[in-house]
């Protein structure tokens, strides 16, 4: 599965994750197995009696299904609040390293947004995605056994599974792409958003920049995001349609097509009908963990490119112990010469220049620097 949030969960888990996952997977075999015991006990049911063997091999699969299902979700939330508590760390660091003129040009309230929204996304999928482990374990179980009871139903069932994977794909592909663009329209409207509160009291000032800004950028960017959202939740709620949709054709293809195709005798026929309806709740969730993944490859982009700009804006790496100007404990004097700074605009356009300056300062001298700024 090529996805940023199951690679993050390997980079950040270490081995954790690993365990949790095979946690899952055991809790997935032993619903698959529950659903066996619940057939083989169903065709050798005796008369005035309890089937005391297949009882007790329910109950010691349900224990297991309990136990393992529950340890997996509690710790999937210790992992990935501490893949929170890592990246919130990590991404603070950055920022107290960063320079004031880059974190300036980026906006305090973009960067406080998406810690917040996006780690919850990340939270939110990670539940969704455990749950997706332990429910694909069970579904290739179960096809499994389909192929044990009947070939015939088994290469069915395969031809129409490879069919309608081919299509969610497809679908998803657009999902993604829509996504992206929504992120960029998102992005944009808190551009503007951040724009409107740091120079309010000069839009109070200018009823015509006030309107402009309202009216050309917050509800034309709004109106679009809106739209873009709306485009892909229908997306998502196809998905999910087309994939319930397909289990119904695949009980009616082994209802009607299977007999017409082999001699299959109708006891099967109807264990592989109640295997198919068994396997609905699982293939829901499989279905409903697809757009939180999603979701979540797109914050971890999301975070990935303020780490990025961090990363570029950090005005300490010039003065790190491994860098040509190291930082001192003491020193004689400062001397710069033709030093120039300029100050870019949004647009990297020069707004501000000052220099060359030729200075020097010498130890446990004080020095004032006046002037209009």
Do not use: W
Not at 285 to 297: G, H, L, M, Q, S
Request: net charge neutral; charged share 20%; proline share 2%.
């Amino acid at each position: 599965m090529n996805s940023k949030f199951v690679s993050l969960m390997k980079k950040e888990s270490n081995f954790g994750g690993l365990r949790v996952l095979a946690v899952a997977a055991i809790a997935g075999l032993a619903q698959g197995l529950v659903m066996v015991i619940i057939n083989g006990a169903a065709n050798n049911f005796p008369e005035g009696g309890l089937n005391l063997r297949y009882f007790l091999l329910f109950v010691m699969c349900i224990a297991a299904f309990i136990y393992t299902k529950k340890y997996s979700l509690g710790h999937s939330v210790e992992l990935v609040q501490q893949v929170i508590f890592n990246t919130r760390i990590r991404i603070s660091d950055k920022i107290r390293r960063c320079s004031l003129i880059s974190f300036e040009s980026f906006g305090k309230s973009k960067i406080q947004t998406t810690l917040v929204e996006n780690t919850e996304i990340i939270f939110e999928a990670s539940k969704h995605f455990v749950q997706a482990c332990s429910a694909t374990v069970m579904l290739t179980f179960s096809f499994i056994y389909i192929g044990i009871l009947s070939s015939p139903a088994f290469i069915i069932s395969v031809v129409l599974i490879i069919c309608a994977v081919a299509i969610y794909l497809s679908n998803q592909r657009s999902i993604n792409q829509n996504l992206r663009h929504f992120v960029e329209k998102e992005t944009k409207f808190f551009d503007s958003l951040d724009h409107l509160l740091g120079g309010f009291k000069e839009i109070k000032m200018n009823r015509e920049r006030s309107d402009d800004l309202f009216e050309n950028y917050l509800k034309n960017i709004s109106n679009l995001t809106k739209e873009l959202k709306i485009q892909i939740e229908m997306q998502f709620v196809n998905n999910s349609l087309f994939a319930e949709t397909f289990f119904y054709v695949l009980m009616a293809s082994i209802i009607f097509l299977l007999p017409q195709i082999s001699q299959t005798k109708p006891g099967v026929i109807v264990n592989i009908t109640s295997i198919i309806l068994f396997i609905i709740g699982s293939l829901g969730n499989v279905v409903e963990a697809i757009p939180f993944i999603t979701k979540a490859d797109m914050a971890i982009e999301n975070l990935e490119q303020i780490e990025n700009f961090l990363d570029e804006a950090d005005d300490n790496k010039h003065t790190s112990p491994d860098s040509r100007i190291n930082q001192k404990k003491s020193f004689k004097e400062i001397v710069l010469k033709d030093v120039v700074f300029r100050y870019a605009d949004a647009h990297g356009q020069n707004a501000f220049a000052i220099g060359p300056i030729d200075l020097t300062i010498h130890a446990g001298e004080m020095l004032f620097i006046v002037g209009g700024n």
